[in-house]
Nanobody, 115 residues
Framework: VQLQASGGGLVQAGGSQRLSCEAA?????????VGWYRQAPGKQRELVAT???????NYADSVKGRFTISRDNAKNTVYLQMNSLKPEDAAVYYC?????????WGQGTLVTVSS
């Protein structure tokens, strides 16, 4: 399953940014759990947020109340709305699709937060 992420870039601390990730396969997207992970330099990749096909969401404690994950099954797209960004949110963000025990990753999109 191919995933195409977009929306990264440079943003000031306290600002907002929205990431998008589109899946190439409709059936796979609709049936899957999708989410966002991030990896900062020198750190392990970590979970940011996930959303099930029914809309149940899960967030890392560090982003609760600031980030919102959503999905549009008609567009095969998952979004991550990031508000009140902090310098520690800077990372490469990866979208992920979990389906039938397999994980698929997008190419990553870089988010830089200036203080």
């Amino acid at each position: 399953v191919q995933l195409q992420a977009s929306g990264g870039g440079l943003v000031q601390a306290g600002g907002s940014q929205r990431l998008s990730c589109e899946a190439a396969t409709t059936a796979a997207f609709i049936a899957s759990i999708v989410g966002w992970y991030r990896q900062a330099p020198g750190k392990q990749r970590e979970l940011v947020a996930t959303i099930t096909r029914s809309g149940t969401t899960n967030y890392a404690d560090s982003v609760k109340g600031r980030f919102t994950i959503s999905r549009d099954n008609a567009k095969n797209t998952v979004y991550l709305q990031m508000n009140s960004l902090k310098p520690e949110d800077a990372a490469v963000y990866y979208c992920n699709l979990g389906l039938l025990g397999s994980n698929y990753w997008g190419q990553g999109t870089l988010v830089t937060v200036s203080s």
